[in-house]
């Protein structure tokens, strides 16, 4: 049987791509849409900025054809102020909606938006109804556990949230408290997943970094499907492999040096194409050591990259790389 949110069929068991800010862009999402990922989201958008027509809050409401399906992120501490956003975000067209009640940091908790609404589930409810009522696209949330292990109060908020119109909820296994420590704890998750009164689709999030890990906590906690987020930065092949594990039963071979330094060139050319030359290039910075994890002695090349503003000598570096490393074991055989 297909998970479906809306009229979107995500197929038996669908892998989400994670928001995350200043990373779950459109260059990082191409790459992570050849990794095999069924849904995806962009990362968190302030609604006030939004309103404001802030370019740079306005910019993060691109998308493109070949990211179907995709859910626009928002997120905010007033509820006009997020009906109002979510009927400017569903004109950039994305396939659903997606509401912050995740975030923990401070200058987004702490200002009555993100997890904060963890606090107050009434007000969390009568966002979330504002934001069903605005747009015509399936709304989906994220949150967490609870605010803190006082207060775990997300079964509440799945029930509730669903008898207002939510189409699924992703669940990150920690607390607000907890912030990104500790182990992620999915028994809660599976707890609502048993709950007779839940029909929506619920997804597990928190900590999955592997195939195996993917295919015993599927069993264990029962969810309809898995969103991955930090697994997926410089490693888009994570989506492939655990479908591959869940299909065999064996784990896939992973990514050649040439598919990583493909992967590498792919994600910086759609950098450049998405935000010009200049910020393409700079932006990209952040992912060149996560392409090139586990890759002995590889701190010379990416200081060099990580400085260099020539695109020409940038792909010069990439295929030193593919020289001086050809003969290195592939990466998963090499840990
Ligand atoms: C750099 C970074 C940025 C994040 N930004 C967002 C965001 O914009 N919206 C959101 O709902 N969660 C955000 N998160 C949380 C992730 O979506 C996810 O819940 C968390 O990383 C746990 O999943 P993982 O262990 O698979 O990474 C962010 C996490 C990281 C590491």
């Given at each position: ?15 989400l791509l994670a928001p995350m800010e200043d990373v779950s862009d459109p260059p990082f999402r191409?790459v992570c849409?050849?990794?095999?990922a069924?849904l995806m989201y962009t990362e968190f958008i ?14 993060k ?9 995709i859910g626009i992120q928002?997120f ?22 997606d509401?912050n009640?995740g975030c923990p940091v401070?200058?987004v ?5 993100g ?27 994220k ?27 992703t669940?990150h ?7 990104y ?24 999030n928190g900590?999955v970094d ?17 969103m991955i987020g930090r697994a997926a930065i410089g490693y888009p092949?994570i ?28 994600h ?15 932006e990209?910075?952040r992912h060149?050591?996560n ?45």
């Amino acid at each position: 049987m297909s998970v479906k949110i809306g009229n979107i069929d995500l197929g038996a068991f669908p892998l989400l791509l994670a928001p995350m800010e200043d990373v779950s862009d459109p260059p990082f999402r191409y790459v992570c849409k050849q990794g095999g990922a069924d849904l995806m989201y962009t990362e968190f958008i302030s609604s006030e900025g939004l309103i404001r027509d802030a370019a740079k809050s306005r910019k993060k409401l691109d998308i493109f054809e070949y990211e179907r399906p995709i859910g626009i992120q928002i997120f905010g501490s007033d509820i006009e102020s997020m009906r109002e956003a979510t009927e400017i975000a569903t004109l950039a067209g994305p396939d659903l909606m997606d509401i912050n009640y995740g975030c923990p940091v401070k200058n987004v908790a702490c200002r009555g938006a993100g997890a904060s609404l963890l606090q107050d589930i009434d007000k969390m409810v009568k966002m979330t109804e504002a934001v069903v009522k605005a747009t015509h696209l399936p709304v989906t949330v994220k949150t967490r556990l609870g605010w803190d292990d006082n207060t775990k109060n997300v079964e509440e908020v799945a029930e509730r949230l669903q008898d207002i119109g939510i189409q699924a909820l992703t669940i990150h296994g920690r607390t607000r408290a907890q912030l990104y420590k500790g182990e992620a704890d999915w028994t809660l998750i599976r707890e609502i997943k048993r709950n007779p009164r839940v029909k929506i689709p619920i997804f597990g999030n928190g900590d999955v970094d592997s195939p195996q890990k993917a295919a015993a906590w599927r069993m264990e906690y029962e969810v309809d499907g898995i969103m991955i987020g930090r697994a997926a930065i410089g490693y888009p092949w994570i989506f492939r492999e655990v479908k591959h594990f869940f299909e065999t039963g064996e784990l896939m071979a992973g990514p050649t040096l040439e598919e990583r330094i493909i992967a590498c060139r792919t994600h910086l050319d759609k950098s450049i194409e998405w935000k010009g030359p200049k910020v393409g290039v700079f932006e990209m910075r952040r992912h060149y050591a996560n392409y090139f994890k586990g890759l002995p002695d590889f701190k010379p090349y990416r200081m060099m990259l990580v400085k260099e503003e020539n695109i020409a000598t940038i792909h010069e570096l990439l295929d030193e790389v593919a020289v001086k490393y050809e003969h290195v074991l592939p990466f998963s055989e090499m840990a």
